[in-house]
Protein backbone atom coordinates (compact mmCIF):
# COMPACT_ATOMS: atom_id res chain seq x y z
CA UNK A 1 0.00 0.00 0.00
CA UNK A 2 1.20 3.45 -1.11
CA UNK A 3 1.80 5.85 1.70
CA UNK A 4 -0.17 9.21 1.06
CA UNK A 5 2.26 11.91 0.53
CA UNK A 6 1.48 14.70 3.34
CA UNK A 7 0.95 18.04 1.65
CA UNK A 8 3.04 20.78 3.82
CA UNK A 9 6.24 18.37 3.39
CA UNK A 10 7.27 20.84 0.99
CA UNK A 11 6.85 23.49 3.22
CA UNK A 12 8.59 21.86 6.31
CA UNK A 13 12.00 21.86 4.92
CA UNK A 14 12.33 25.38 3.96
CA UNK A 15 11.05 26.48 7.30
CA UNK A 16 13.55 24.29 9.31
CA UNK A 17 16.19 25.72 7.11
CA UNK A 18 15.30 28.85 8.22
CA UNK A 19 14.73 27.86 12.27
CA UNK A 20 18.56 26.60 11.90
CA UNK A 21 19.45 29.49 10.67
CA UNK A 22 18.00 31.42 13.03
CA UNK A 23 19.15 29.47 16.53
CA UNK A 24 22.65 29.42 14.63
CA UNK A 25 22.78 33.34 14.45
CA UNK A 26 21.56 33.52 17.92
CA UNK A 27 24.53 30.95 19.18
CA UNK A 28 27.04 32.99 17.46
CA UNK A 29 25.22 36.63 18.97
CA UNK A 30 25.16 34.95 22.37
CA UNK A 31 29.09 33.47 21.94
CA UNK A 32 30.43 37.52 21.39
CA UNK A 33 28.63 38.17 24.84
CA UNK A 34 30.88 35.53 26.05
CA UNK A 35 34.12 37.35 25.64
CA UNK A 36 32.71 40.83 27.09
CA UNK A 37 34.17 41.67 30.81
CA UNK A 38 31.63 41.44 33.39
CA UNK A 39 33.94 43.76 36.03
CA UNK A 40 32.55 48.00 35.77
CA UNK A 41 34.32 49.36 33.19
CA UNK A 42 35.81 52.19 36.16
CA UNK A 43 36.95 49.12 38.40
CA UNK A 44 38.35 47.68 35.02
CA UNK A 45 40.38 50.45 34.36
CA UNK A 46 41.88 50.71 38.09
CA UNK A 47 43.13 46.95 37.82
CA UNK A 48 44.48 47.32 34.00
CA UNK A 49 46.38 50.55 35.47
CA UNK A 50 47.62 48.88 38.83
CA UNK A 51 48.86 45.90 37.74
CA UNK A 52 51.12 47.63 34.74
CA UNK A 53 52.55 50.53 36.88
CA UNK A 54 56.25 49.77 36.59
CA UNK A 55 55.86 46.09 35.02
CA UNK A 56 58.72 45.58 32.63
CA UNK A 57 57.69 44.50 28.84
CA UNK A 58 59.54 43.51 25.73
CA UNK A 59 56.65 44.46 23.10
CA UNK A 60 56.10 41.56 21.11
CA UNK A 61 53.50 39.01 19.79
CA UNK A 62 54.64 35.45 20.12
CA UNK A 63 53.24 32.46 17.96
CA UNK A 64 53.81 29.14 18.46
CA UNK A 65 55.22 26.88 15.65
CA UNK A 66 55.75 23.58 15.45
CA UNK A 67 57.80 22.74 17.39
CA UNK A 68 59.02 25.96 18.84
CA UNK A 69 58.25 29.55 19.15
CA UNK A 70 58.07 32.75 16.29
CA UNK A 71 57.90 36.24 16.26
CA UNK A 72 54.03 37.45 15.14
CA UNK A 73 54.37 41.47 15.67
CA UNK A 74 56.73 43.91 17.18
CA UNK A 75 54.96 46.77 18.85
CA UNK A 76 56.36 49.90 17.69
CA UNK A 77 58.56 52.13 19.41
CA UNK A 78 58.71 49.24 22.51
CA UNK A 79 62.62 47.69 23.48
CA UNK A 80 62.15 44.65 20.77
CA UNK A 81 61.82 47.02 18.05
CA UNK A 82 64.69 48.70 20.01
CA UNK A 83 66.75 45.87 19.52
CA UNK A 84 66.15 45.23 16.38
CA UNK A 85 64.01 42.14 16.94
CA UNK A 86 61.78 41.44 13.74
CA UNK A 87 58.17 39.70 13.02
CA UNK A 88 59.22 36.42 11.81
CA UNK A 89 62.44 35.97 13.58
CA UNK A 90 62.58 32.18 15.34
CA UNK A 91 63.38 31.56 18.59
CA UNK A 92 65.87 29.69 19.54
CA UNK A 93 67.15 30.48 23.06
CA UNK A 94 66.27 33.27 25.50
CA UNK A 95 68.43 33.94 28.65
CA UNK A 96 70.49 30.82 28.31
CA UNK A 97 67.20 28.69 27.92
CA UNK A 98 66.10 26.48 24.69
CA UNK A 99 63.17 27.61 23.51
CA UNK A 100 63.24 25.73 19.90
CA UNK A 101 60.35 23.00 21.71
CA UNK A 102 58.81 25.80 23.89
CA UNK A 103 55.01 27.22 24.27
CA UNK A 104 53.81 30.86 24.76
CA UNK A 105 53.51 29.69 28.28
CA UNK A 106 57.58 28.56 28.83
CA UNK A 107 58.37 32.07 27.38
CA UNK A 108 55.66 33.90 29.53
CA UNK A 109 57.81 32.12 32.15
CA UNK A 110 61.36 32.80 31.12
CA UNK A 111 60.31 36.88 30.93
CA UNK A 112 58.52 36.66 34.24
CA UNK A 113 62.06 35.07 35.80
CA UNK A 114 64.01 38.38 34.15
CA UNK A 115 61.53 40.46 35.23
CA UNK A 116 61.76 39.44 38.68
CA UNK A 117 65.76 39.60 38.87
CA UNK A 118 67.00 42.16 36.28
CA UNK A 119 65.89 44.06 33.30
CA UNK A 120 68.24 42.34 30.54
CA UNK A 121 67.14 40.02 28.01
CA UNK A 122 69.29 37.86 25.34
CA UNK A 123 67.79 36.38 22.30
CA UNK A 124 69.17 34.03 19.54
CA UNK A 125 66.97 34.23 16.30
CA UNK A 126 67.02 32.27 13.60
CA UNK A 127 66.18 35.19 11.05
CA UNK A 128 66.16 34.28 7.24
CA UNK A 129 68.15 31.06 7.92
CA UNK A 130 70.94 32.96 9.98
CA UNK A 131 71.38 33.04 13.35
CA UNK A 132 71.51 36.33 15.08
CA UNK A 133 72.15 37.35 19.16
CA UNK A 134 69.66 40.11 20.14
CA UNK A 135 70.43 42.16 23.53
CA UNK A 136 66.65 43.78 24.97
CA UNK A 137 66.38 45.82 27.84
CA UNK A 138 62.96 45.67 29.02
CA UNK A 139 61.36 48.89 30.26
CA UNK A 140 58.48 49.44 32.54
CA UNK A 141 54.75 50.68 30.58
CA UNK A 142 54.66 54.25 29.79
CA UNK A 143 51.61 55.54 31.01
CA UNK A 144 50.74 56.69 27.39
CA UNK A 145 51.00 52.51 26.61
CA UNK A 146 48.99 51.79 29.64
CA UNK A 147 46.16 54.10 28.92
CA UNK A 148 46.16 52.44 25.19
CA UNK A 149 45.69 49.15 26.68
CA UNK A 150 43.03 50.28 29.23
CA UNK A 151 41.19 52.07 25.82
CA UNK A 152 41.56 49.27 24.00
CA UNK A 153 40.21 46.72 26.89
CA UNK A 154 37.68 48.86 27.90
CA UNK A 155 36.27 49.09 23.53
CA UNK A 156 36.77 45.17 23.09
CA UNK A 157 35.14 43.63 26.47
CA UNK A 158 32.72 46.48 27.44
CA UNK A 159 29.31 47.87 26.01
CA UNK A 160 30.54 51.38 25.66
CA UNK A 161 27.85 53.36 24.18
CA UNK A 162 27.95 56.82 22.69
CA UNK A 163 25.91 57.71 25.88
CA UNK A 164 28.29 57.11 27.83
CA UNK A 165 30.96 59.28 26.17
CA UNK A 166 29.93 62.76 27.44
CA UNK A 167 28.10 64.85 25.01
CA UNK A 168 30.73 67.54 22.73
CA UNK A 169 27.81 69.51 21.48
CA UNK A 170 27.36 73.18 22.30
Given at each position: MASAKDPNQNMRSP???IVVAVVSIAVVA??????KCNT?????????????????YLGVEIGNLTPG???KTVVPDSPAEH??????DKLIAVNGHRTTEASIKDFK???????RTHRHLWMLVQRRGAFK???????PYSRVQIERIVTQHLSEAHSVTASAAPDSRP
Open positions: LIKFADDTKPPDECARQIRQMLAGRLLIVADLKAGQILDEVGKIDVMME
